[in-house]
């Protein structure tokens, strides 16, 4: 049945095929050391290795259509599951433990991170307001607060307009947000 399986393929993303095989490139692969207990990381989980990025992203969709791949794919998913959980705090991972699958607890994961960038941006935006020229010389507070800027920015959900915009808005709103950058600047500055 194994070498029936080895010449099989299945569709893990719309244009990537996989082998269903002992090939370590597929996403379905498991090694003999992979265990559920394994640490992959030993600081704040962020990312995903052992090829399973798929599971987290959707990219390698359930497969209904034989069992013997379904089977595959649920131990992989439960693989990545426990994975996930084990990098979690134990508070964390007891209050997500019972979703249906990988891509479930990862997207539980982002809700509960994303909003604790709230704290954090709320932390620079003070930062960056109290944030004054004084000792310190103009390149140095100038460079102090796009530093600030762009770590608040890269934290901060920005929607990025692609329409075609005619009246005007889109120039006025980026320019509205330039004024007030230079304002706060302005406002640090000695006398």
């Not at 394994?38 to 600081?43: D, S, Y």
């Not at 599971?55 to 994975?83: H, N, P, Y």
Request: proline share 3%; charged share 25%.
């Amino acid at each position: 049945m194994a070498n029936e399986l080895n010449d099989q393929q299945i569709h893990v993303a719309p244009t990537t095929v996989h082998q269903f095989s002992d090939d370590a490139i597929s996403a379905l692969y498991m090694h003999p050391s992979d265990s559920p207990g394994m640490v992959l990381v030993p600081t704040p989980f962020d990312g995903l290795v052992k090829n399973k990025l798929g599971f987290i992203t959707g990219d390698c969709k359930r497969l209904a259509d034989d069992a013997a791949k379904l089977r595959q794919w649920e131990r992989c998913d439960d693989m990545v599951t426990s994975w996930i959980l084990n990098s979690l705090s134990k508070e964390i991972a007891e209050s997500v433990k019972y979703v249906a699958n990988s891509i479930e607890l990862w997207k539980e994961r982002e809700d509960r991170y994303d909003q604790t960038n709230g704290a954090k941006l709320y932390q620079i935006q003070k930062e960056i307001n109290d944030l004054v020229q004084g000792a310190i010389d103009i390149t140095t507070y100038y460079m102090r607060m796009k530093k600030l800027r762009e770590e608040f920015n890269n934290l901060s959900f920005r929607v990025q307009c692609s329409c075609q915009c005619v009246c005007g808005a889109k120039e006025g709103t980026y320019k509205a947000e330039q004024d007030r950058r230079l304002i706060q600047f302005l406002m640090g500055l000695n006398e």
